[in-house]
């Protein structure tokens, strides 16, 4: 079994409400991370659940839309210092997979797609991993956490403490 397969299983073992009993629905056809997480799903269910892609959100149970670790990592620095609170329109796949391994996964087995564009954000978050090599874990931990308080990042203006 190949590591981004494991990281794959462990993360629908322990995060994902997956139904096995309905088909799984891949939002974002076209994308790089939308053909690996199809083709890793295939590999990890062999036949026994459908792989459905859509471009559009749908009703159905077992929606997922396919991103990566640095994608999950920038959108949440972008709400942040935008003092925003992005909704996905499903909840992620793979967002524990960086990118990197996503790309090679891609690569050596032929899949194509679009690549997101990187921004300042994107930039910004690999400066600080350059730097400082245990930024993107912690800032997922760090994520996580907040995420399973029900709590958003919120900035504070210093000038309002008086």
Known sequence: MKPIEELLR??????RKLDPKKDVVL????SIEHAVAKDLLEKIFNGRVKIVSVTKT???ANVFFPTT?????AQGLRDFLEDADTKLAAPPIMHTIPEATVLAYAKKNGLEGTVAERDDVRA??????????????ALRKSFDALGKEGKKFTRQDPRADG
């Not at 462990?10 to 995060?15: H, M, P, V």
């Not at 939002?27 to 076209?30: D, I, K, P, R, Y």
């Open 10 to 15: 462990k993360e629908l073992r322990t995060e």
């Open 27 to 30: 939002l974002g056809e076209g």
């Open 58 to 60: 749908t009703k159905r």
């Open 69 to 73: 670790l640095e994608r999950e990592l």
């Open 124 to 137: 910004l978050l690999e400066l600080l991993q350059a730097r400082q090599p245990q930024t993107k874990a």
